[in-house]
Every structure is written in C-alpha cells, then in structure tokens.
C-alpha cells in the first residue's frame, strides 16, 4: 500500500490569490445571482453591470377614447390601462390584479369588451375605445349606470367601472347570439337572460365585496329580463 501524503503546510491556491481572497471571489459567486451579479468591492471577479431596464422605444400614436383624439408617444410597451390611466387622466378604468382576472379594467374597443390591462396601447390605434367615462352622454347616465344605481349593485366600487363596461359589452354579444357555457338553447341564444346566464357572461368580473345579487338585478333590468 501506498504511503499517504503528509498535507502541504501553508498551501496557498493558484493564482496568486490568498487563502482569504479565494474565500472572497467564492462567496461573491455564490451571492452572485442573489444581487443581479454584482462584482464584489475591487473587482476580483471582472463582471460587468448587468441593466434589467433595456432602453424603451418611445412610439408616437393617436388613440380615440370617448370620442376624443389623443395624440401620445409612449413607450411600446405601455399597457392600454397604463396609456388610460397615466396618460390620459382617464382614471376610471381601475387596475385591480394587472393580470386579466379580475376585470377591473373592462373597457369597450369597437363595442367589444376587453381587459385593457392585457393589451397593448399601440394595438388600438384607430379602433373607438370606450371607458367608463364616456358611457354616459354629458349629464345623462347610460341605462346601465342608471340601473346600478338603482340596485345598489357596488359598495366600495373599486370594480364598478369595469362591472359596467361588461355588462353593457355582455348585453350586445347577447343581443348577438353569442352563447355562454350554461345556454340551454343555442337557437334561442339571444332571448331573455336567466340570472345563470348572466352570472356566468360576468364571471370574469370579481366583486370583492360581493355585491352579485344586486349587480345581476341591475343587468336584468337593463336587459328586460323577467325577474
């Protein structure tokens, strides 16, 4: 058998580093992708500044809301709720979860609803953009305002804004024919709207506080469905 080694006294790693030094550089790699790769004090490892912010493409563009031109330029990336909100002082639209599912931000785009939250505000350049705010026509309330109202169909109202789009939205796809997963009837799609019927068209709008029952009376009458 062979004879093992005796370990070498005072062995210094390659290089040229210390004994500390190496334990430095170690540590530094290994936080390495905790702190965005930051090279540790000195500059032993030689990284470079890693930017998680690349620069914007500013884009110029004219978006109808409300009946109104708006000319902006923004960043391309700009949400449409980000362009309603931020630039447009439309602050109606609400931004709730930021990610498509809980319809605060419902808004009208050539008479269709949509999560302005999720799109582009480039993508809608020329199409009429309909929020909350222009629903109404001056000092007259839409129906579906009107019928809120009635019903008390909010209590904070953080969600009302998009709640009304939607259900004005949801009426036309209705009134088209459009069926939803519980239509019985896909002849008779466009006929009165049951209370499960209409839960079901505004599923994708959360109410934190709950106030379905008076929101769906409110749709209902606007609908002219039978209690």
């Known amino acids: 058998m062979m004879p093992t080694p005796a370990p070498l006294k005072n062995a210094e790693p390659p290089g040229g580093l210390s004994r500390r030094a190496m334990v430095q550089v170690s540590s530094a790699i290994a936080a390495a992708p905790l702190v965005g790769c930051a090279a540790p004090s000195g500059g032993l490892l030689g990284m470079a500044e890693v930017s998680s912010e690349p620069n914007p493409v500013m884009m110029r563009m004219n978006l109808q ?13 700009t949400s449409l709720l980000d362009a309603l909100r ?17 319809g605060a931000c419902t808004v009208l785009v050539d008479g269709k609803r949509i999560n302005s939250c999720l799109t582009l505000a480039v993508m809608h350049e020329g199409q009429a953009i309909t929020t909350i705010e222009g629903l109404s026509s001056g000092e007259a309330l839409h129906p579906m305002q009107i ?8 209590q904070c109202g953080y969600c009302t804004p998009g709640q009304i789009c939607s259900s004005v939205g949801m009426l036309a796809e209705a009134k088209a024919g459009m069926p939803s997963h519980v ?6 799609a466009s006929g009165a709207l049951s209370d ?5 068209r505004m599923s994708g709008n959360i109410c934190r ?19």
């Open 183 to 188: 239509t019985q009837d896909l002849q008779g």
């Open 65 to 77: 809301v409300n009946g109104q031109s708006y000319p902006l330029t923004i960043d391309g990336r």
């Open 147 to 154: 019928a809120f109202i009635k019903h008390d169909g909010f």
């Open 196 to 200: 499960e019927e209409i839960r079901e």
């Open 209 to 227: 506080c709950s106030a379905y029952p008076n929101i769906v009376a409110a749709i209902r009458d606007v609908a002219g469905a039978p209690a």
């Open 86 to 102: 931020e630039n447009m002082n439309l602050k109606g639209s609400k931004k709730g979860c930021d990610h498509g599912q809980c």
